[in-house]
């Protein structure tokens, strides 16, 4: 009984390990490419007037930032670090800062063949899988475009 429980429980780990893996490859098939999502400029601009965008859409787009895990690499005040760039500024490094490039982007990710800068080697990841659904996205763009506009 005993030996079976030992195997039970390396078995267990081994399949706990490839789960994450299996669910990475999931979320990125049939995801489009970074020139074919920034082709389209149709994303909704939520939110978006000229007094700016809502209190409402910007802590939606909070909400989508915290629970989408973009603060792991952005940091919570979204200045950046080794993993990300600082969004708070006007540099904008793969896209012209818009709030349809920035959805695009959100939906793309920056694949590692991609990035701009060596010093920073790690890609983004499309964010659609991490964000509840599509006014979650949207109001995320909104607020990330916000973030370099409030200073």
Not at 12 to 30: E, H, I
Not at 72 to 82: E, T
Not at 94 to 108: C, E, K, M, N, Q
């Amino acid at each position: 009984m005993q030996r079976f429980q030992r195997y039970r429980c390396r078995f267990a780990g081994r399949s706990f390990l490839a789960w994450p893996l299996a669910l990475a490859l999931a979320s990125c098939a049939g995801s489009p490419t970074m020139d074919e999502a920034i082709q389209p400029a149709s994303a909704s601009s939520e939110g978006a007037s000229s007094e700016g965008p809502s209190a409402d859409v910007l802590a939606r787009g909070a909400q989508a930032w915290s629970t989408g895990m973009c603060s792991k690499c952005h940091g919570v005040a979204a200045k950046g670090g080794i993993r990300a760039p600082d969004l708070t500024d006007d540099t904008w490094l793969h896209i012209d800062g818009s709030v349809p490039a920035i959805r695009a982007l959100l939906v793309t990710g920056v694949p590692r063949d991609r990035l701009i800068v060596p010093d920073r080697p790690f890609p983004m990841n499309p964010v659609p899988r991490l964000v509840p659904d599509e006014d979650a996205l949207d109001a995320l763009a909104v607020y990330v475009a916000h973030l370099s506009e409030a200073k």
